[in-house]
C-alpha cells in the first residue's frame, strides 16, 4: 500500500469543515491526549497534516467486528504509552465510508500507518499485543530521522522509545526546539533553530529542522488559489514560489519541481536566483536519493547551464 493512495481525496470535505487543532498539538482531551476518532471531514488535520510531526496509526473498525474489539484496546494502550510519538486515529468505517475506500478495505480490522502524508505500512486481522508492538517500534526505527516529532515525544518522555545514535538528548536546545515543532508551534521552533546556527553555522540537523519548519509553516497558511494565480502570471516569482509550496503541501513534488525549474530557464536576475534557491530548499524536504529530487536536480542543471 506504501504511496498508493491519495489522500488529497478528502481534502474537499476536510476543507468545508470547522478549523482544528494545528498539527502536532494533542487534542483536548486529556484522558487519552494520542488517541483520536476520526471522521472524514476531520481526515486531513488529524492524520494527514499531523502526520508530518509524527506517524499516524489508522484503526480502521466498525462497532460490529469482533476483532477490532480484540484489537483496538490493544492499540489504544499501546498509543498511550508512546507519549505522542506516534498517534492512533480511529475510523468507524460504517459512518466513514469514503476513509474506507480510499484505502481499498477488503476486511476489517485494517490498520494502516500514514507518515509525511503517505500510507507506509499496514496489516489486516487482529495481533495479539506483543507482536503490534514489534510493528510499531520497527515503524518509528524507519521513521524517526524523517518525522522531527517522534525524538521531541521521546526526549519528553523518557522510555517510550530509543533515541536514533545521532540525536542529541542532552542539548536543551535541540529539546526546546522539537518540542515546539511537535506541538506545532513553529515560530518558537524557527527560533531555537535559528539560535543554534547562529552559534553553530555549520550544524546541518539544525539547518535541515530549520528548513523543515519554515516550509510546515507556509504550509499551514497556504492560499487555496496560489497554483492557479501563478498559472495565471507566470512572470510573478512570488506566485510562482508560493504555487511551488502549495504543490508540494498537496504531495504533488514533482509540479513544484517542474515549476521553479522552468521559472528559473524563463527568468533572470535576482527572479532567477530566488527561483533556483527555492527549489533547493524544497529539495532538502525529502532524502537525497528520492527519484524525483534526482530528476529535478537534473533538469535544474541543464537549466543553468
Not at 488517541?35 to 488529524?46: P, R
Not at 468507524?92 to 503517505?118: C, E, M, R, Y
Not at 509550496?245 to 513534488?253: F, R
Request: proline letters at 9%; glycine letters at 6%; charged letters at 25%.
Amino acid at each position: 500500500m506504501s504511496g498508493a493512495v491519495d489522500l488529497s481525496a478528502l481534502k474537499a470535505r476536510a476543507d468545508s469543515a470547522p478549523r482544528r487543532d494545528a498539527p502536532g498539538t494533542p487534542p483536548a482531551s486529556g484522558e487519552r491526549p494520542w488517541v483520536l476518532d476520526v471522521t472524514e471531514h476531520s481526515f486531513q488535520a488529524d492524520v494527514v497534516d499531523r502526520s508530518m510531526q509524527v506517524p499516524v496509526v489508522v484503526d480502521l473498525w466498525a462497532s460490529w467486528c469482533g476483532p477490532c474489539k480484540q484489537l483496538s484496546p490493544v492499540l489504544e494502550r499501546l498509543a498511550a504509552a508512546s507519549g505522542g510519538a506516534w498517534v492512533l486515529a480511529k475510523v468507524d468505517v460504517d459512518a466513514n465510508p469514503q476513509i474506507a475506500q480510499l484505502f481499498g478495505v477488503q476486511s476489517i480490522p485494517t490498520v494502516v500507518a500514514i507518515a509525511g502524508g503517505q500510507p507506509v505500512e499496514a496489516f489486516a486481522g487482529a495481533r495479539p499485543e506483543p507482536q503490534v508492538k514489534q510493528w510499531i517500534t520497527a515503524l518509528l526505527d524507519v521513521l524517526r530521522d524523517r518525522l522531527p516529532g517522534i525524538r521531541a515525544a521521546e526526549r519528553a518522555a523518557p522510555g517510550t522509545g530509543a533515541p536514533a545514535p545521532d540525536a542529541e538528548p542532552g542539548d536543551p536546545r535541540f529539546t526546546a526546539a522539537e518540542a515546539a515543532l511537535a506541538a506545532g508551534d513553529y515560530a518558537a521552533a524557527e527560533a531555537a533553530y535559528q539560535q543554534i546556527l547562529a552559534i553553530e553555522p555549520a550544524n546541518e540537523q539544525a539547518r535541515a529542522a530549520l528548513i523543515q519548519v519554515r516550509f510546515l509553516a507556509r504550509a499551514q497558511s497556504a492560499d487555496p488559489s496560489a497554483v492557479a494565480r501563478a498559472d495565471a502570471a507566470p512572470d510573478d516569482i512570488d506566485a510562482q514560489i508560493a504555487a511551488a509550496d502549495a504543490e508540494v503541501a498537496a504531495k504533488a513534488p514533482e509540479r513544484a519541481f517542474e515549476r521553479l525549474v522552468s521559472a528559473v530557464r524563463r527568468l533572470t536576475g535576482d527572479d532567477c536566483d530566488r527561483a533556483r534557491a527555492h527549489l533547493v530548499e524544497l529539495f532538502a524536504l525529502f532524502p537525497p536519493d528520492d527519484p524525483r529530487v534526482i530528476s529535478a536536480r537534473r533538469a535544474l542543471a541543464r537549466a543553468l547551464f
